[in-house]
């Protein structure tokens, strides 16, 4: 969801300036160096108004193109720079921009300032820099923005729950720097309510933390002040922090969901044994010392025979297994069929063993009667239907 193409500025992770200490020396390449931001020192005062006042140097990005975040992020230095030099006027505010600003920016901005009835007066000022914004922000900036905080955030694992909220704050404060959708893009853009980034942040957080905000009869997500609700989150975090630091898992440790365990003698889980009543001995009770998963890892509580995921997707597994066509499984066979090619009737390999030494045996007896009597033209038949005889006994 952070990576949205409606999100004119990601709410995380956040841009980064780019400039040339930023940016690798194997990357300076003809890029790096120019998306890379000039800097310069301006004199400020601690209070403007006293002319004795402190003064301190401070740095500024000098702009000349960059992304919608750079830009709102340069627009929040210009505030700063004006307010530690005393610019109040429009003039002293126009120049205070040339200076800061080169490239197609600047072009923008006294493109506008040239006009014909254009003067330097505040308003003219602050309608240039919009200007400016134009060829920096997409179309319909606005109103996309405004979508993707409504309806397409999570929580980011790396944010914190009171950064989160400082985050969301200084995305809506930005909007004052977005090019309007109408109005010639010069216009006043509303930034979101208090009750609207309650009702953001909320949707932000995770299921858990706010099933545990709902079950609290002392907090509304509607009337609850945003404070309060990330002081609450802030808590279901450092809470949830603990427990996963000591146990490893968010959920507790095993004992706090087995009972107290051990060597309770009973059946009954007041006792201390399993809530299924396996005693000592039982298959269960092997697989309850173990208590590594494949699938939530190490010392979650159960193991991988007793995991409920795992159970349901070898129940799917095989019901899908089952569901399918069954296919001829050739089986290799050591049955020989009768040579009539009848197939209801087979003989196995002892058979044909035994079959062969009866015919051997018969066969001996018929040389040897051959060798005593006179040659009879009929005896190489009789011992084909001896053969055939002993193999269909029943013909």
């Given at each position: 969801m952070l990576d949205s193409k409606l999100a004119v500025i990601p709410l995380y992770p956040i841009e980064p300036w780019n400039d040339k200490k930023e940016v690798p020396e194997d990357q300076r390449g003809m890029r790096a160096a120019r998306d890379a931001f000039k800097e310069v020192k301006l004199e400020l005062r601690a209070n403007?108004?006293?002319?004795?006042?402190?003064?301190?140097?401070?740095?500024?990005?000098?702009?000349?193109?960059?992304?919608?975040?750079?830009?709102?992020?340069?627009?929040?230095?210009l505030k700063r720079a004006w307010a530690g030099l005393g610019n109040t006027t429009g003039p002293l505010r126009a120049a205070?921009?040339?200076?800061?600003?080169?490239?197609?920016?600047?072009?923008?901005?006294?493109?506008?300032?040239?006009?014909?009835?254009?003067?330097?007066?505040?308003?003219?000022?602050?309608?240039?820099?919009?200007?400016?914004?134009?060829?920096?922000?997409?179309?319909?900036?606005?109103?996309?923005?405004?979508?993707?905080?409504?309806?397409?955030?999570?929580?980011?694992?790396?944010?914190?729950?009171?950064?989160?909220?400082?985050?969301?704050?200084?995305?809506?404060?930005?909007?004052?720097y977005f090019p309007t959708d109408g109005d010639g893009r010069i216009g006043q853009v509303t930034i979101l309510t208090e009750q609207e980034l309650r009702?953001?942040?909320?949707?932000?957080?995770?299921t858990s933390w706010r099933r545990k905000m709902d079950e609290n009869n002392m907090f509304s997500q509607y009337e609850t002040p945003l404070k309060d609700?990330?002081?609450?989150?802030?808590?279901?975090?450092?809470?949830e922090d603990k427990y996963e630091k000591t146990t490893g898992n968010r959920y507790g440790s095993s004992s706090n969901r087995q009972g107290q365990g051990g060597k309770a003698k009973g059946g009954s889980p007041g006792n201390g044994a399993p809530e299924s009543g396996d005693t000592k001995g039982s298959v269960a009770s092997k697989f309850s010392k173990n208590r590594d998963c494949l699938i939530h890892g190490v010392d979650c509580g159960h193991s991988s025979h007793q995991c409920k995921v795992l159970k349901a997707h070898a129940t799917?597994?095989?019901?899908?297994?089952?569901?399918?066509?069954?296919?001829f499984v050739?089986?290799?066979?050591?049955n020989y069929k009768k040579p009539n090619g009848d197939s209801e009737r087979k003989f196995t390999r002892a058979e044909v063993h035994q079959l062969m030494k009866n015919f051997g045996t018969k066969l001996q007896v018929?040389?040897?009667?051959?060798?005593?009597?006179?040659?009879?033209?009929?005896?190489?038949?009789?011992?084909?239907?001896?053969?055939?005889?002993?193999l269909n006994p029943g013909k």
């Amino acid at each position: 969801m952070l990576d949205s193409k409606l999100a004119v500025i990601p709410l995380y992770p956040i841009e980064p300036w780019n400039d040339k200490k930023e940016v690798p020396e194997d990357q300076r390449g003809m890029r790096a160096a120019r998306d890379a931001f000039k800097e310069v020192k301006l004199e400020l005062r601690a209070n403007p108004a006293a002319a004795d006042s402190f003064k301190y140097g401070s740095y500024f990005k000098v702009f000349d193109q960059g992304t919608p975040e750079q830009w709102c992020r340069w627009r929040d230095d210009l505030k700063r720079a004006w307010a530690g030099l005393g610019n109040t006027t429009g003039p002293l505010r126009a120049a205070t921009i040339r200076h800061l600003l080169e490239g197609q920016a600047l072009d923008d901005f006294e493109n506008y300032m040239r006009q014909d009835g254009v003067t330097e007066t505040l308003k003219n000022v602050n309608k240039a820099l919009k200007m400016v914004a134009v060829t920096i922000f997409p179309a319909d900036a606005v109103t996309n923005m405004k979508h993707y905080l409504n309806f397409e955030l999570k929580k980011p694992k790396a944010l914190k729950a009171r950064a989160l909220k400082t985050r969301l704050e200084r995305l809506n404060s930005w909007f004052e720097y977005f090019p309007t959708d109408g109005d010639g893009r010069i216009g006043q853009v509303t930034i979101l309510t208090e009750q609207e980034l309650r009702g953001i942040y909320y949707r932000m957080l995770p299921t858990s933390w706010r099933r545990k905000m709902d079950e609290n009869n002392m907090f509304s997500q509607y009337e609850t002040p945003l404070k309060d609700m990330v002081d609450y989150a802030e808590r279901l975090e450092l809470t949830e922090d603990k427990y996963e630091k000591t146990t490893g898992n968010r959920y507790g440790s095993s004992s706090n969901r087995q009972g107290q365990g051990g060597k309770a003698k009973g059946g009954s889980p007041g006792n201390g044994a399993p809530e299924s009543g396996d005693t000592k001995g039982s298959v269960a009770s092997k697989f309850s010392k173990n208590r590594d998963c494949l699938i939530h890892g190490v010392d979650c509580g159960h193991s991988s025979h007793q995991c409920k995921v795992l159970k349901a997707h070898a129940t799917k597994v095989k019901a899908q297994f089952e569901a399918q066509p069954k296919k001829f499984v050739h089986k290799k066979s050591h049955n020989y069929k009768k040579p009539n090619g009848d197939s209801e009737r087979k003989f196995t390999r002892a058979e044909v063993h035994q079959l062969m030494k009866n015919f051997g045996t018969k066969l001996q007896v018929e040389t040897h009667n051959m060798e005593t009597v006179e040659e009879n033209p009929n005896d190489e038949m009789e011992i084909d239907q001896a053969l055939e005889e002993l193999l269909n006994p029943g013909k």
